[in-house]
């Protein structure tokens, strides 16, 4: 395993929000109390590339109050850089969070309308700046999703880090409770996409945004491998293309990852997790290992093993973040779950 690389600084843009969770199990309409946690799909990605070592750069916009300072402090607890960060606008995005079990699923309201970040505008922040010492730039799907202004803001980004020769990695990210100005995905996304070098996604927001489909029939590994060639063909600098697959084995969740690098396909063993404490950031989790892999020069498949090790642990931990070190994750990778005491 090559772990000398030069100096990385992982460049994202997107919206930071708090989360608000409905306390001890009760539903939105029983709630009498919610437990805060700070989130955001590229905050998330942010904060454990933060703590594998990475450097990382958090630019959004915010506006000038405690709520905003609180979400910041989190991230910068985590040392992610957010001196980028630009202000303005009323109010910080907000969403709330109905745990789920094993009987029925987990709930999840948006009030994110007219934030801080869905109006921002174009030309209010200086990405040939921003990004002059940045080696790789990053965003998602749920950016465009917002807002047509954060879609155009988006835009600006991504030009300006192609422009600069940058890898840029995407994360398809579709929800499907955004996406309410007017815009359909598929009128967006493709052009943002075009631009990726590596992307994560699945197999449903594929097909939204491109309509490519494959046969539900065939297996995993052959609906990825067929995909990545069509997809390929919408997305011409794509290099790599990585997915976490989740399924159900009764109340247990099986999850394994895929991976298609330099020509060559790659998959994990299937990952059983008996219980699962937060599923919400296992995917942002899942974005940081595949990334910190290809960052450090790790063989295919040493890439998705990370990335699907970080998407397993996460599922472990509350809130947003995956809270870990590469010390943890290695040991996960070369023993699996356990239930022994470090000590």
Same mark, same amino acid.
């Not at 000398?4 to 539903?27: D, P």
């Not at 990405?127 to 940045?134: K, S």
């Not at 997305?235 to 991976?259: E, I, W």
């Given at each position: %395993?090559?772990?000398?690389?030069?100096?990385?600084?992982? =460049?994202?843009?997107?919206?930071?929000?708090?989360? %608000?969770?409905?306390?001890?199990?009760?539903?939105?309409?029983?709630?009498?109390?919610?437990?805060?946690?700070?989130?955001?799909?590229?905050?998330?990605?942010?904060?454990?590339?933060?703590?594998?070592?990475?450097?990382?750069?958090?630019?959004?916009?915010?506006?000038?109050?405690?709520?905003?300072?609180?979400?910041?402090?989190?991230?910068?607890?985590?040392?992610?850089?957010?001196?980028?960060?630009?202000?303005?606008?009323?109010?910080?995005?907000?969403?709330?969070?109905?745990?789920?079990?094993?009987?029925?699923?987990?709930?999840?309201?948006?009030?994110?309308?007219?934030?801080?970040?869905?109006?921002?505008?174009?030309?209010?922040?200086?990405?040939?700046?921003?990004?002059?010492?940045?080696?790789?730039?990053?965003?998602?799907?749920?950016?465009?999703?917002?807002?047509?202004?954060?879609?155009?803001?988006?835009?600006?980004?991504?030009?300006?880090?192609?422009?600069?020769?940058?890898?840029?990695?995407?994360?398809?990210?579709?929800?499907?409770?955004?996406?309410?100005?007017? @815009?359909?995905?598929?009128?967006? %996304?493709?052009?943002?996409?075009?631009?990726?070098?590596?992307?994560?996604?699945?197999?449903?927001?594929?097909?939204?945004?491109?309509?490519?489909?494959?046969? =539900?029939?065939?297996?995993?590994?052959?609906?990825?491998?067929?995909?990545?060639?069509?997809?390929?063909?919408?997305?011409?600098?794509?290099? =790599?293309?990585?997915?976490?697959?989740? @399924?159900?084995?009764?109340?247990?969740? *099986?999850?394994?990852? *895929?991976?298609?690098?330099?020509?060559?396909?790659?998959? =994990?063993?299937?990952?059983?997790?008996?219980?699962?404490?937060?599923?919400?950031?296992?995917?942002?989790?899942?974005?940081?290992?595949?990334?910190?892999?290809?960052?450090?020069?790790?063989?295919?498949?040493?890439?998705?093993?990370?990335?699907?090790?970080?998407?397993?642990?996460?599922?472990?931990?509350?809130?947003?973040?995956?809270?870990?070190?590469?010390?943890?994750?290695?040991?996960?990778?070369?023993?699996?779950?356990?239930?022994?005491?470090?000590?």
């Amino acid at each position: %395993m090559n772990t000398n690389t030069s100096q990385t600084k992982i =460049t994202t843009f997107g919206e930071l929000l708090l989360r %608000m969770n409905v306390a001890n199990g009760y539903r939105f309409t029983q709630a009498n109390e919610m437990r805060i946690h700070v989130g955001g799909a590229e905050a998330n990605v942010c904060v454990l590339l933060s703590q594998l070592g990475i450097h990382t750069d958090y630019i959004t916009r915010l506006p000038q109050n405690d709520l905003a300072q609180l979400a910041l402090n989190e991230l910068q607890k985590y040392k992610v850089n957010t001196s980028n960060c630009i202000y303005g606008g009323e109010r910080l995005g907000l969403y709330f969070v109905e745990a789920g079990n094993q009987i029925r699923q987990s709930q999840v309201i948006y009030d994110r309308s007219n934030s801080s970040f869905a109006t921002i505008k174009e030309k209010q922040i200086d990405w040939n700046l921003v990004l002059n010492d940045a080696t790789h730039f990053h965003w998602s799907g749920i950016s465009p999703g917002v807002s047509y202004e954060a879609a155009l803001v988006c835009k600006e980004a991504i030009l300006a880090a192609h422009q600069k020769g940058l890898p840029i990695s995407s994360d398809f990210n579709f929800r499907s409770k955004l996406w309410q100005y007017g @815009k359909k995905p598929a009128e967006v %996304m493709p052009e943002l996409l075009h631009y990726s070098t590596i992307t994560i996604a699945d197999l449903d927001a594929i097909e939204i945004y491109f309509g490519i489909k494959t046969d =539900t029939k065939e297996s995993d590994a052959n609906r990825f491998q067929k995909t990545f060639e069509l997809l390929k063909a919408k997305m011409p600098f794509l290099k =790599t293309l990585a997915m976490s697959f989740r @399924k159900s084995d009764g109340p247990a969740h *099986l999850y394994k990852g *895929l991976l298609a690098h330099e020509d060559h396909f790659y998959e =994990t063993t299937e990952h059983k997790i008996q219980l699962v404490t937060d599923q919400i950031g296992s995917g942002d989790a899942f974005t940081a290992g595949l990334l910190y892999g290809l960052n450090k020069a790790f063989s295919g498949q040493e890439i998705i093993d990370w990335a699907t090790a970080c998407g397993v642990i996460k599922q472990s931990i509350p809130g947003d973040f995956a809270i870990s070190s590469p010390t943890e994750i290695s040991h996960f990778i070369k023993n699996g779950s356990s239930n022994r005491i470090n000590r």
